[in-house]
């Protein structure tokens, strides 16, 4: 009779009995591990530089607005202004992030695993770009609570003045929030089509940059109509009439000039097409999604 050739050992493995988690929290894992991965946190020294490079730059901004103001009491940059003066450094946090957030999962092919969970297709990639719509917001939002914080306290007019700062702060959070929901979409539709980050990252900022000249081509067309029409070609000039036509004054210069963009009576036009762009980006957001799911 031959001799055995193997032998089974018992290492200790067990069944797990603990509770079995659903959807939810599926989704708040995903979501939570794409808002680290925004910051850099939990990975190494170098995927952190980039992120809070940005973060460090928007805080310096704001810390010295605050300073101005306390020191010779005038606003010199409202809260709504900030997001737009950022906006630019928005831009390439999405570049940068984006690609992170999903076109690694595409490269590494790590996709059917998670889809191999109880996670319905959509979950993934809308976790992902609720992760990133935080980021951003965080991004413009919290320097306008330092700011606020900075400026409540040091008018001198006690809680009525903290109570104005308030309101004030309020639109310029809202404000944000608009700018974080629409390049969020945009980014992330972009970055999902490759498995390749420098592909992404290119394809994001050329799309929110070489837009811009198409802006100033249209301007110059002898159309009025035309020319109030033409912001509707680049994600930041929406944003920016929207939010000229929303808030108002509190997009005006201190000095008393108003930085709106020429849109005439078109304000409730770019209203219905930034949601028509988000909804379409999610839309082609989700397709992709089902389709890479199928792959």
């Known amino acids: 009779m031959p001799e055995p050739t193997g032998v089974i050992h018992d290492i200790g493995y067990q ?3 603990g509770p079995r988690l659903g959807r939810r929290q599926v989704f708040s894992a995903l979501y939570g591990h794409g808002l680290r991965t925004a910051f850099g946190l939990g990975r190494s020294a170098k995927a952190k530089i980039f992120p809070w490079l940005i973060v460090a730059i ?33 831009i390439f946090f999405v570049a940068v992030v984006a690609p992170e957030l999903v076109s690694r999962d595409l490269r590494s092919g ?44 040091t008018t001198g ?30 980014g992330l539709l972009v970055a999902s089509l ?24 249209l301007q110059v067309m002898p159309s009025t109509t035309v020319n109030e029409l033409a912001f509707l ?11 000229g036509w929303a808030l108002g004054d509190l ?13 005439g009576g078109f304000g409730p036009l770019y209203a219905v097409a930034a949601v028509l762009l988000v909804a379409g980006s999610v839309a082609l957001l989700l397709a992709r999604y089902r389709k890479v799911a199928s792959a």
């Not at 070609?233 to 939010?243: F, H």
């Open 157 to 186: 007019k006690g809680w009525r003045g903290a109570w104005d700062e308030l309101l004030d702060l309020l639109p310029g959070l809202l404000y944000a929030g608009l700018w974080a929901v629409v390049f969020a979409s945009v």
């Open 110 to 153: 790590v996709l059917p695993l998670y889809f191999s969970r109880p996670l319905p297709r959509s979950d993934y990639p809308l976790a992902k770009l609720a992760a990133l719509v935080t980021a951003l917001w965080l991004l413009l939002g919290a320097p306008q609570l330092l700011m606020f914080v900075g400026a409540a306290f």
């Open 233 to 243: 070609a680049s994600p930041s000039t929406l944003v920016q009439s929207i939010g």
């Open 58 to 90: 928007v805080v310096v901004v704001a810390a010295g607005a605050t300073a101005v103001r306390t020191q010779i009491g005038e606003v010199v940059l409202t809260y709504a202004q900030f997001a737009d003066a950022m906006s630019w450094l928005v």
């Open 194 to 217: 490759t498995g390749k980050r420098a592909f992404a990252a290119g394809g994001v900022v050329a799309v929110f940059l070489m837009t811009t000249p198409i802006v100033g081509t």
């Open 15 to 17: 069944r797990y009995a």
């Open 251 to 263: 997009l005006a210069s201190p000095g008393g000039g108003s930085t709106d963009l020429p849109i």
